[in-house]
Every structure is written in structure tokens, then in C-alpha cells.
């Protein structure tokens, strides 16, 4: 079994900052890519930032020069500083990973639960 369980959610007024954190944990040979992506109401899911084993990332426009994705490898652990928060970026994040299980040996896509970021004054 693999468990993605992420946290730092929260409300916050707009110019505002958070920091969210995902860790995997489990039955897990190797991590690869890791990510978060959100879904505000009414909208499908987007991706958000990723980021590979070797640290290269990814952005979606809209969040380019505000969201820091990070991960420490070694803790099988995802962060995302997300700065200068708008009313826009109200969402459910999701924390993404692309992992290898043990017994059985597969690699797949696991999500976490989700953390609701809401931006309001």
C-alpha cells in the first residue's frame, strides 16, 4: 500500500503566502516524478508544478514566478511555496507522484487526499 498524505492548507487573505507539503510513504521501491495539481469548483483538474528526480520542473503559466515547487528525495517528500496568492488560486491541491511499488512491482500514478487553499479577505 502507498499513502500520499499532504499538508499546509489553509485560508489566507490575498498577497499571502503557504507552504504545502506531500510526503509517499508505503511499499515503494523508487519515486519519479512528483507534482501538484488543483481543482476549483466547477473546473477540471490542472497541473499545477512537477518536478523529476533530477529536478527539473515545470509550471503552469498562471502560477510562473509565484509557486516554488521543491522535494526532498530522500524523504520521498513534495513542497510547493506558493507567494502572492490570488482569489483565483482557490482550489483542492492535489499532490501527484509516479512511484515503482514493491510486491507487486508496478509503476503507476498515486494522488493524495487533496488540501483545500482558499484566498479571501
Known amino acids: 500500500q502507498v499513502q500520499l498524505v499532504e499538508s499546509g492548507g489553509g485560508l489566507v487573505q490575498p498577497g499571502g503566502s503557504l507552504r504545502l507539503s506531500c510526503t509517499a510513504s508505503?511499499?515503494?521501491?523508487?519515486?519519479?516524478?512528483m507534482g501538484w495539481y488543483r481543482q476549483a469548483p466547477g473546473k477540471q483538474r490542472e497541473l499545477v508544478a512537477t518536478?523529476?528526480?533530477?529536478?527539473?520542473?515545470n509550471y503552469a503559466d498562471s502560477v510562473k514566478g509565484r509557486f516554488t515547487i521543491s522535494r526532498d528525495n530522500a524523504k520521498n517528500t513534495v513542497y510547493l511555496q506558493i507567494n502572492t496568492l490570488r482569489p483565483e488560486d482557490t482550489a483542492v491541491y492535489y499532490c501527484?507522484?509516479?512511484?515503482?511499488?514493491?510486491?507487486?512491482?508496478?509503476?503507476?500514478?498515486?494522488w493524495g487526499q487533496g488540501t483545500q487553499v482558499t484566498v479571501s479577505s
Open positions: 518536478m523529476t528526480t533530477a529536478g527539473i520542473t
Open positions: 508505503g511499499s515503494i521501491y523508487r519515486v519519479y516524478d
Open positions: 501527484n507522484a509516479n512511484l515503482m511499488t514493491l510486491r507487486p512491482t508496478k509503476r503507476q500514478d498515486y
